[in-house]
């Protein structure tokens, strides 16, 4: 599967900002989706997931209650909504794909096969 994200940018800390993320090639709907971050210096980090049916969700301490995923299986689409940023937030935002159809979610990068470029995320101070 490709993907593409985009929605990156500059934003002030406590606004909001949201990401999409736009697959082809395969069966969008049958496969978990999730976003990671990787911020300048820093391992790569999971931030939330959503499972194929889009019924489950599963996010990082760090970003509970303030993030939001979701899906749109008619579009192929998932998208990242971003609400009370703040500067740690900044990073490169990954979207995605599970290598496995159907299965429960994992926040596990090891279990995702397919990746998007990123999308760079800035929060000013």
């Known amino acids: 599967v490709q993907l593409q994200a985009s929605g990156g940018g500059l934003v002030q800390a406590g606004g909001s900002l949201r990401l999409s993320c736009v697959a082809s090639g395969r069966t969008f709907s049958t496969y978990n989706m999730g976003w990671f971050r990787q911020a300048p210096g820093k391992e790569r980090e999971f931030v939330a997931t959503?499972?194929?049916?889009?019924?489950?969700?599963r996010y990082a301490d760090s970003v509970k209650g303030r993030f939001t995923i979701a899906r749109d299986n008619a579009k192929n689409t998932v998208y990242l909504q971003m609400n009370s940023v703040k500067p740690e937030d900044t990073a490169v935002y990954y979207c995605a794909a599970d290598r496995t159809p159907y299965r429960s979610t994992s926040y596990d990068p090891a279990d995702f096969g397919s990746w998007g470029q990123g999308t760079l995320v800035t929060v000013s101070s």
């Open positions: 959503i499972s194929w049916s889009g019924g489950t969700a």
